[in-house]
C-alpha cells in the first residue's frame, strides 16, 4: 500500500464494497506501514501480509499466498505481480475458487517481450473475469487476448463528493498555481510540464505532488530548464483536496495511464484540467478538459496560458470537467463490483 493509484483506489473501494454487504479482507505483499495501509486498519479491515519491504515474485511468496487462497469465496488481484502469483497459488492450495483482476493502465511491459509473452497470457486465462478500468484499456487487452476471454470495463471511481468546489474566478488574478499529482516513476512526465514551464512568465508556479525513483531527475530538469525556483516538490500528501482546491490549473502529462484517479478528483476540483493525449486519458478528458500532444511542451504552455488569460474559457473549461467527473463516483464502481461478484457466486 505504497503511494499508487491502484493503492488510492483500494482505500476508497474497499469500504464502499463493505457498505454492500461483502466481507473483506486485504492481502499484501508488502506489509510495511503506510498512511493507505494505517488508514483501511483504522477502518477496522483485516490486512494480512506476506512480510515487510517484500516485493518481489518469488516461489516463497507464491507458497504463502496459497495458504490464504482457498479461505475465501472470491480472490480479486490488483498489479503485475499479483496477477502472476495467484493462479499458481491456487493450484497450490488446490482450490477452485474464482480469481478476479484488475487490468489499472492500457499496456503491460510483459505483452513485449516474447520471452514473458506465454505465461503471461496463460495467467490471464486463469482468471473468471478481468476488469479494465477504460475502454482503451479492454480494446488493446483484447487484442492481445482475443475476445473469447472474459473481459469488461468497469470504470474507476472516487469520492467525487470529498473533491467538488465551487468554479473558481480568476477575474482580474496575475499569479496562477499549476499543479500535477503524480508519482515519480516511468508512466509519468512531470519533464514535459517542466519544459513548459520556461514559456510561462514567472507570474507562473507549478507544484509537484507525489513521491518516487524519478524524483532527482525531474528536479535536474527543473535546474536545467531555470525554472527550479517556480517548481515546489511537495512529496506525499493526504490533504489532496485542499492542494488543489488552492490551485488554478490541474494538469496530468503522462505517457500513458488506465483511468488515471488523479485525473477524476482534478476534474471534480472546480478547476480546468489539461492532461496528454494518450491512452487511457483520451476517452476521460476529452470533450470536456483540454487534452494537448503528448511530449509537446509548447503547446502545453499555450492551453495553460490561454485558459489562465480568459476566465471565460477557464469557467467553461472547468464547468464540463466537473460534470463529467461527477459520471465517475466510487458508489458507482463498488456496485459493479458486487454485481460481478454475485454473478461470480451463482456460477
Not at 512480510?51 to 498489479?79: A, E, P
Amino acid at each position: 500500500m505504497r503511494p499508487g493509484g491502484a493503492e488510492r483506489l483500494l482505500v476508497d473501494l474497499l469500504p464502499a464494497i463493505r457498505e454492500r454487504g461483502v466481507d473483506v479482507e486485504l492481502l499484501l505483499f508488502d506489509g510495511v506501514e503506510t498512511p493507505f495501509r494505517n488508514e483501511l486498519a483504522e477502518r477496522g479491515f483485516t490486512i494480512h501480509s506476506l512480510g515487510v519491504n517484500n516485493r518481489t515474485l518469488t516461489l516463497g511468496n507464491v507458497m504463502r499466498m496459497s495458504s490464504y487462497i482457498g479461505k475465501y469465496d472470491i480472490v480479486h488481484t490488483h498489479n503485475i505481480a499479483c496477477r502472476l502469483c495467484a493462479p499458481i497459488a491456487r493450484s497450490l492450495a488446490r482450490a477452485h475458487t474464482p480469481l478476479v483482476v484488475t487490468e489499472h493502465n492500457t499496456t503491460c511491459k510483459l505483452r513485449d517481450k516474447w520471452w514473458t509473452r506465454p505465461y503471461d497470457k496463460w495467467t490471464y486465462k486463469q482468471f473468471a473475469a478481468i476488469i479494465c478500468v477504460s475502454d482503451q484499456a479492454q480494446a488493446n487487452l483484447e487484442a492481445y487476448m482475443g475476445k473469447k476471454q472474459t473481459i469488461t470495463t468497469i470504470y474507476n471511481g472516487v469520492n467525487v463528493g470529498e473533491f467538488i468546489r465551487p468554479i473558481k474566478d480568476i477575474t482580474g488574478q496575475n499569479d496562477y498555481v499549476i499543479t500535477m499529482i503524480a508519482g515519480f516513476r516511468k508512466q509519468k512526465d512531470q519533464d514535459t510540464l517542466i519544459r513548459a514551464m520556461r514559456h510561462l512568465g514567472p507570474h507562473y508556479t507549478l507544484q509537484l505532488v507525489g513521491t518516487g525513483w524519478r524524483q532527482p531527475e525531474v528536479e535536474a530538469v527543473a535546474a536545467e530548464q531555470g525554472v527550479a525556483d517556480r517548481v515546489k516538490f511537495l512529496g506525499f500528501r493526504s490533504d489532496i483536496p485542499d492542494i488543489l482546491n488552492g490551485s488554478d490549473v490541474i494538469v496530468l502529462s503522462s505517457h500513458w495511464e488506465g483511468l488515471s484517479l488523479s485525473s477524476i478528483e482534478g476534474m471534480a476540483s472546480g478547476r480546468p484540467f489539461v492532461a496528454s493525449d494518450v491512452d487511457g486519458l483520451r476517452e476521460m478528458v476529452g470533450g470536456s478538459g483540454i487534452l494537448f500532444p503528448h511530449g509537446d511542451d509548447v503547446a502545453l504552455a499555450k492551453e495553460i496560458s490561454a485558459l489562465c488569460t480568459d476566465p471565460a474559457h477557464f469557467h467553461r473549461v472547468a464547468e464540463q470537467c466537473q460534470a463529467k467527473a461527477k459520471q465517475y463516483d466510487i458508489s458507482i464502481m463498488a456496485d459493479h463490483y458486487l454485481a460481478l461478484y454475485q454473478q461470480l457466486v451463482r456460477n
